[in-house]
């Protein structure tokens, strides 16, 4: 069984350790999760809640967890591009009935997009039917 049939959706704060996880090198400990997190200013957690974050990360399947010297240290068991997947096809179904043509309708109708975005998804759109 894939992981992308067995993953949930994560809560904010567990996805932010993911995330940290999933951007810096693995295996990566503790102290490093932290480091990273606090530098960035949005979250200013205990050890306490980063290892009881990082322990429901454990308990979902996300992460595995192994000891280096005195410290422990964290790989990620689901990647990224697999959690995303997920994610977008919950969304896109929850928001557009799993219609990426209505997706796609909400989106250019939202004036978000600029013509260098626009040019981009036309050269996307190109070189998937090549």
């Not at 997706?103 to 004036?111: D, E, I, N, P, Q």
């Amino acid at each position: 069984m894939k992981h992308s049939d067995i993953i949930k959706k994560l809560p904010d704060a567990e996805l932010e350790i993911m995330k940290v996880i999933w951007h810096n090198p693995n295996p990566i400990s503790t102290s490093e999760v932290k480091r990273v997190i606090d530098g960035e200013g949005v979250n200013n957690w205990t050890q306490s809640t980063m290892q009881t974050l990082l322990n429901r990360l454990i308990a979902k399947g996300f992460i595995e967890k192994d000891k280096r010297g005195k410290e422990y240290i964290y790989t990620a068991i689901v990647a990224e591009d697999e959690y995303a997947a997920m994610e977008n096809e919950l969304f896109l179904k929850k928001m557009y009935g799993s219609s990426v043509t209505s997706f796609m309708r909400a989106l250019l109708g939202s004036g978000r997009l600029s013509d260098e975005d626009i040019d981009e998804l036309e050269k996307m759109f190109k070189d998937k039917r090549k």
